[in-house]
């Protein structure tokens, strides 16, 4: 349990910093917006609340949605780069912001799918197992 716990906080730690610098990155010098103390402190906010989710799903043992939320983390901070350094409407600020929220809803909703999916489908395995050893009894 000692090693579970450990690896709930570099779980927690890794996933914060790689978002909080992937924020800072991507607004400071592809967007090109000056980072003020209130733009560090959403980030930091944000990317402690990325590194809450992702480190639950792990305590909770839900490894396949862990991985699909953090694929859809990874994908929405690549579009909101995309589309920091693509659009020169003036709003891609808050393009950029909804495209990562999308990815990432995207990836916790097909993550908590496919992980409904796998369950059903164990119950369903150990189902078939179990009537068959009735039978034969």
Do not use: H
């Not at 993550?111 to 009894?137: E, Y």
């Amino acid at each position: 349990m000692k090693n579970r716990s450990l690896y709930f906080w570099v779980i927690w730690f890794t996933v914060t910093a790689v978002c909080f610098v992937l924020f800072y990155f991507e607004v400071g010098y592809l967007l090109g917006n000056p980072v003020t103390i209130q733009n560090m402190i959403a980030y930091l906010v944000l990317s402690l609340t990325f590194g809450a989710v992702t480190s639950t799903l792990y305590l909770l043992n839900l490894r396949i949605m862990l991985w699909i939320f953090l694929a859809g983390l990874g994908i929405g901070f690549f579009e909101m780069a995309l589309t920091f350094l693509n659009n020169v409407s003036g709003w891609e600020d808050l393009v950029g912001l909804i495209t990562l929220f999308t990815w990432m809803t995207i990836g916790l909703c097909a993550g908590a799918a496919v992980q409904i999916l796998r369950f059903l489908l164990k119950i369903r395995s150990r189902r078939k197992d179990g009537s068959a050893k009735q039978k034969n009894f």
